[in-house]
C-alpha cells in the first residue's frame, strides 16, 4: 500500500545484510547448489500459517534482486496477492514466485525473517488499535526499537493501524524530569529549546495534574502523563481541556507507562489523544510465514 510509504533504503540495506549474513562471501547455499540441478525450476507460495496481519511483503522483491545479483543470474518471477495491512487468516497465499529453484531457497530464510518480524509487529499495532476503537485514542509508538530496523518497524506499526510518535531524538523535543533537572525547571527547559529550535515540537512529561499545569504555563501544548491511574488521568484531562478552553487553545495529551491491552479501552475512554507503547516495538512475537515449493 503505497500511502504507507515503504522505507525502500532502508529494507534494502536490512536485505542485504541478511543475505551476506546467510549466503557467506561467496553466495553460496552449498546445501541446495549440491541437490538441485541450476536449470530446474520451481514455484514458491509465501504463506501465512496463522492469523495476523501482513506488513514486509516489498521485501520480498528486494531480496530476490539481491540473491540474482550475487548469483549473476535472472530473479524469479514474483506476484504479490496481499498488500500490507491486511488481516491473515491461516493459509493464506501471500506471494507466488515462479522460477530457478536454488534462488527461490536461497531467498527463502531472509525474506521470512524480515516479513514475519514486521507482521509481528503489525498484528500486536492491531490488537490495540482495535481495544481502542471508538475511544477517540490512537496508539503511538516509542524509540524503543530494533537498533538498524526502526523506520521498518515504525512502517509496521502504521500498517497496524497505529500511528508514529517521533522518529528520533532530532524531530520532536521531549521534556523528562532528567531535562528539568539540568535546566532548573518546566519552564527553563521549555523556554531552552523554544529558543533555540522555535518550530520544534515540544511535549512535556508529567505525573500529576499540578505540573500539567504548570507545563502548559510554561507553554507546552503537548502533555505526555506518565504512569497515571485512570482517575488520576481522568482528572488531569479535564484540567488540560479546561484550560486550554479558557485560552481557546487545544492541548493534545498522551498517556504512557505501565499500559497493557487489558485495560487500554479504559484508558482511552479518559479523554487522552494518544496512547504509546513501547512493546509494539520491543515485544512482539513474529507471525510464523512460510515459503512452500509447490
Known amino acids: 500500500m503505497t500511502t504507507l510509504d515503504f522505507p525502500l533504503d ?20 552449498v546445501t541446495s547448489t549440491s541437490t538441485i540441478p541450476a536449470d530446474r525450476a520451481a514455484t514458491g507460495h509465501v504463506v ?35 498488500a500490507d495491512g491486511t488481516r491473515l487468516v491461516p493459509g493464506d497465499v501471500i506471494a507466488v514466485l515462479d522460477g530457478p529453484a536454488q534462488q527461490v531457497l536461497m531467498a527463502e530464510r531472509t525474506l521470512l ?19 481502542l476503537e471508538g475511544t477517540g485514542c ?6 524503543k526499537t530494533t537498533p538498524g530496523l526502526r523506520a521498518l518497524e515504525k512502517y509496521a506499526v502504521r500498517a497496524g493501524g497505529g500511528t ?4 528520533g531524538l532530532f524531530d520532536v523535543a521531549m521534556v523528562k524530569d532528567n531535562h528539568v533537572l539540568a535546566a ?9 529549546i523554544r529558543a533555540r529550535y522555535p518550530d520544534i515540537t515540544v511535549e512535556v512529561e508529567v505525573e ?31 484540567a488540560a481541556r479546561a484550560w486550554g478552553a479558557e485560552r481557546g487553545e487545544g492541548v493534545e495529551i498522551e498517556a504512557t507507562g505501565g499500559l497493557t491491552l487489558d485495560v487500554a479501552a479504559e484508558y482511552g475512554a479518559t479523554g487522552i489523544d494518544y496512547m504509546s507503547v513501547g512493546a509494539l516495538t520491543h515485544s512482539s512475537p513474529i507471525i510464523d510465514l512460510a515459503l512452500d515449493l509447490a
Not at 509487529?121 to 492491531?126: F, G, L, S
Not at 490512537?138 to 524509540?143: A, C, G, I, P, Q
Not at 508514529?164 to 522518529?167: A, D, L, Q
Request: proline fraction near 3%; aromatic fraction near 2%.
Open 138 to 143: 490512537t496508539v503511538l509508538d516509542t524509540r
Open 113 to 131: 525473517n524480515v516479513m514475519s518480524r514486521l507482521s509481528g509487529v503489525a498484528t500486536h499495532t492491531r490488537r490495540w488499535a482495535d481495544a
Open 48 to 82: 501465512a500459517r496463522e492469523a495476523g496481519v501482513l506488513a514486509g511483503a516489498p521485501v520480498i522483491a528486494l531480496v530476490l534482486e539481491g540473491v540474482a545479483t550475487r548469483t549473476r543470474g535472472d530473479p524469479p518471477s514474483l506476484e504479490v496477492r496481499i
Open 184 to 192: 532548573g525547571g518546566v519552564g527553563a527547559a521549555y523556554t531552552a
Open 164 to 167: 508514529n510518535k517521533r522518529m
Open 208 to 238: 500529576t495534574t499540578e505540573q500539567a499545569l504548570e507545563a502548559l504555563e510554561a507553554g507546552s501544548r503537548f502533555l505526555m502523563c506518565d504512569n497515571m491511574s485512570t482517575d488520576l488521568l481522568r482528572a488531569t484531562v479535564a
Open 10 to 29: 532502508d529494507a534494502r540495506r536490512l536485505v542485504d545484510i541478511g543475505l551476506d549474513e546467510d549466503l557467506g562471501p561467496d553466495a553460496l547455499d
